[in-house]
């Protein structure tokens, strides 16, 4: 019998994150030939994490162009997608998560009959606009997905709620636990690196709050309230450095260099790759974020995390205590980073010591089910 031959696609960074463990899980099994076809809906960080771990693509998109919209970015990823399996002809397609790039390959999967693999599925918030688009996208690929890989049993739950059929539907883990823990290690060796480079030295022998944002919904007034908070937090703790690698958005861009800038223990710094934003995390006393990688990946380096957002797909943190939800509201900001920062009880509470999002072995569980004929037929 022939090796399987499945086609993964990703096509921003995050997806490179939790898709490379899956690369190398395939390209290390004799039973399986993968092609990597990259639609380049990030570019350059996309570049940055391929090259951390080693990931090389077959086909490339190249996707990406400024000033896209949504819609546009759809037509141009389905035509893309479409050629490329027409032209693969591949025994399945495997993409994680929620991005445009995911929607797309689900789709143009289903209407060339090929069967489907979805990495990280059944997250939801029930709310087709938080996050927006993530929720619609991660909902059209279930009712095309043939084998669901769902990260934790919640998540499972969710898929079988909405009528998927359970033979259909495992709990793998979340791969972006296996390429956590590839990465810190080595950048833990590397601390001495880091504190010595002249951007990162104000934060040597300090307590750190590592601040990211970008989502859509935040927006406008969103963003204007998390600056504000952190400019108060800034001034209420003169001894505490808050580091922000500011996403290159125009809409966060704006509003954060506005407000923040010139503060002297807030640091704001260019998007990071990969690989530094690990240690970043590892260094962290505490997260600030309204992205959805680090609620997950945190937990395993005992970190709390603040979720600027009103709803997460991801509530298994929450409810082990990992993580908290506080929105964009200024004074509610405030409180609770003051709180985890003058606290010790509370702040130990939240220092778990099992990640509800895996164990590190969710590649190889994903690739053992690909092989199995059943979901295929």
């Known amino acids: 019998m022939p090796p399987l031959r499945p086609l993964l696609v990703f096509g921003t960074r995050p997806e ?12 290390d099994h004799a039973d399986v030939a993968p092609v990597v076809c990259l639609t380049g809906q990030h570019r350059e960080m996309l570049a940055q994490v391929n090259d951390y771990f080693g990931v090389t693509g077959d086909v490339d998109l190249e996707l990406m162009t400024a000033n896209q919209t949504l819609a546009s970015l759809t037509a141009r990823c389905i035509t893309g997608l479409d050629k490329t399996i027409e032209r693969i002809r591949p025994d399945c397609v495997v993409a994680q998560g929620d991005t445009t790039t995911v929607m797309a390959a689900s789709v143009v999967a289903f209407y060339r009959r090929t069967p489907f693999v979805h990495v990280e599925a059944g997250l939801r918030t029930g709310d087709l606009y938080q996050p ?5 996208n991660r909902r059209v690929t279930s009712l095309v997905t043939g084998l669901h890989c769902a990260p934790t049993p919640r998540a499972a739950d969710n898929l079988l709620a909405e009528g998927c059929a359970a ?26 690196t880091y504190e010595a480079s002249a951007e990162l030295k104000p934060i040597v022998g300090k307590r750190m709050v590592l601040i990211t944002g ?29 580091v922000y690698p500011v996403h290159l958005n125009p809409n966060v861009q704006g509003p954060v260099n506005m407000r923040l800038g010139g503060r002297g223990n807030v640091l704001l710094l260019a998007p ?3 690989p530094e934003f690990v240690w970043l995390m590892d260094r962290a006393t505490l997260i600030l974020t309204d992205s959805g990688g680090v609620q997950e990946e945190a937990p395993s380096l005992r970190k ?9 797909e991801r509530p298994e943190a929450v409810d082990a205590g990992a993580v908290e939800l506080v929105g964009t509201d200024t004074a509610r900001i405030v409180s609770q980073v003051s709180l985890l920062l003058t606290d010790e009880a509370e702040y130990a509470r939240r220092q778990i010591e ?10 190889s569980r994903i690739v053992s089910l690909m092989l199995t004929q059943d979901w295929r037929k």
């Open 272 to 274: 990071k790759p990969y």
């Open 16 to 27: 490179a994150i939790k898709m490379a463990p899956v690369v190398h899980a395939c390209r």
């Open 214 to 242: 970008h989502r859509r919904e935040n927006f406008g007034g969103g963003f204007e309230r998390i600056c504000d908070a952190i400019a108060e937090l800034a001034d209420r703790f003169p001894e505490v450095a808050f």
């Open 132 to 136: 927006w688009p993530e929720e619609f």
């Open 167 to 192: 033979h259909a539907v495992h709990v793998t883990g979340n791969t972006v636990i296996d390429a956590l823990m590839y990465a810190v290690e080595r950048e833990r060796a590397r601390a001495q």
């Open 304 to 312: 709390p995390v603040l979720v600027m957002r009103e709803t997460t």
């Open 354 to 363: 099992e990640n509800p999002y895996g164990d590190g072995k969710a590649a």
